[in-house]
């Protein structure tokens, strides 16, 4: 007598068993999900790298506060000093910046420790190489240390070296604000004559910020250049926001935006922008609200010697950046805010009414 499956069981296994047609189906589903959740994925983890990036623009303005606590008054956006024993060392090579200074008031003590703020930064090799050259041997290795919240999330977050470097520098993606940097007689409100916090000649007090510390900005940030762009790049679209349009002062120190702007021409070449967070000097640490965020203008400087510079806040995130304010808070700033709000941001005592932003 047969023992065979019934007619019954054959067709209820034939059931069970799944068609190529419902299997290409459920792959195109699956597929057509995941195609709908990527952008809320790939979101969720810009607002989460953005809110980490404000984060660290609030300790270090906290720090800011730390410091005028104990001192009546900001640190000096690049101070220029005469050290006991080195007479012979130009007192602006001192240079230690905001950074610097802030460090213990981040609870960074053993970074602070390490850091010897009574020799100038540069100078010491015995033979004038040109600003930026000869550490001190007690600060060669501490001008090396990364601090983690000194970068953006949403960046390389690593050093940005040239190959023929002599010192491994520490980079950070936040600056200082340095105020507007208007258009002057002789350039832009570069260091000395800048309207911001900082400044070159003196420290600034709460009480000198006259425009109200919710309405002056702190720091914002910027990106991390590319550290191996020769002199005499040609400038694109594509490398606008990573490089620096500069050329020697000389006869015309003024900066105009068709200038800036000469796209398909040699005038790129590797910025100094957030490369050295102890550097206290503008090139390295300072931005300027004459231009709104991610502006479509280049980084642009008139220098040897400096008389102009358009250095502008920069970020990956969409649509704008984080800025710190006096006052302690931080807000994203929209690439559309309205250039005149931006600007009144940046002066700590100009009398604007600053709009929306």
Known sequence: MSTGPTPNQVTKRS???????????????????????????????ASARRMSCSNNLKQITLALHGFHESRREF?????????????????????????ANLTPH???????????LDVPLYGHTGIFKGPGYGVHSSNLAPVTQEIP?????SDSQCKVVPGNAETQW???????????????E??????????????SLAAVSFAEVTDGASNTAAFSESLLPDPDVPGGTVLTEANKDLVIVGAKSGEDPMLTVEWCTCFGQPMASQS????????GFVLYTAYYHWWEPNSHIPDCAKWA????????????HPGGVNVSFVDGSVHFVCDTVDVETWRALGSRNGGELPGQF
């Not at 059931?15 to 994925?41: H, Q």
């Not at 520490?170 to 002057?184: D, I, K, V």
């Not at 100094?272 to 550097?279: C, F, K, P």
């Open 305 to 316: 010697p400096l008389r102009s510079l358009w250095q502008m806040a920069r970020s990956h």
């Open 75 to 99: 640190p000096v956006g690049s101070p220029s000093k005469t050290c006991p024993g080195y007479e012979e060392i130009p007192g602006w090579q001192y240079r230690w910046g905001p950074m």
């Open 149 to 153: 919240f000194f970068y953006c999330p």
């Open 186 to 199: 002789k350039g832009t409100a570069v260091s000395g004559d800048a309207d911001g916090l900082f400044n």
């Open 15 to 45: 059931r069970a068993a799944f068609t190529l047609i419902e299997l290409l189906t459920v792959i195109a589903i699956i597929g057509v999900l995941i195609a709908l959740l990527l952008p809320a994925v790939q979101s969720a983890r």
């Open 272 to 279: 100094r922008r957030a490369t050295r967070w102890v550097d």
């Open 106 to 116: 981040m609870e960074l003590f053993n970074v602070y420790g390490s850091l010897n």
């Open 170 to 184: 520490a980079a950070g993606n936040y600056l200082a604000c340095w105020g507007r940097g208007a258009p002057t």
